[in-house]
């Protein structure tokens, strides 16, 4: 079964940190670029990052551009996300998400994790 798993997600105050991590299982993570993508309530999910499985090459919304980080670590299968000066405008749930089959890369998604919250509040 293909499945990600995020976790790491929690309460934190504007300007805070917090990394996110995702995990996969049933597939070689390596194998494929694989992305973070946000949804806040009321709006539409907003591709925030990406990072590519073949040259490695990191891409970062202007949203978030200086801010967070996207890591991979294939030999854990697993995927990170750190978040750095956390802004109440991140509140949201993220998800991992990548494509198994024939999207584009960073762009077209089939396989979603379950989200993890994120919520900046002081």
């Known amino acids: 079964q293909v499945q990600l798993v995020e976790s790491g997600g929690g309460l934190v105050q504007p300007g805070g940190s917090l990394r996110l991590s995702c995990a996969a299982s049933?597939?070689?993570?390596?194998?494929?670029?694989i992305g973070w993508v946000r949804q806040a309530p009321g709006k539409e999910r907003e591709g925030i990052s990406c990072i590519s499985n073949t040259d490695g090459n990191t891409y970062y919304a202007d949203s978030v551009k200086g801010r967070f980080t996207i890591s991979r670590d294939n030999a854990k299968n697993t995927v990170y996300l750190q978040m750095d000066n956390l802004k109440p405008e991140d509140t949201a749930v993220y998800y991992c998400?990548?494509?198994?089959?024939?999207?584009?890369?960073?762009?077209?998604?089939?396989?979603w994790g379950q989200g993890t919250q994120v919520t900046v509040s002081s």
């Open positions: 998400a990548t494509d198994t089959t024939d999207g584009l890369p960073c762009l077209e998604y089939d396989t």
């Open positions: 049933g597939f070689t993570l390596a194998d494929y670029a």
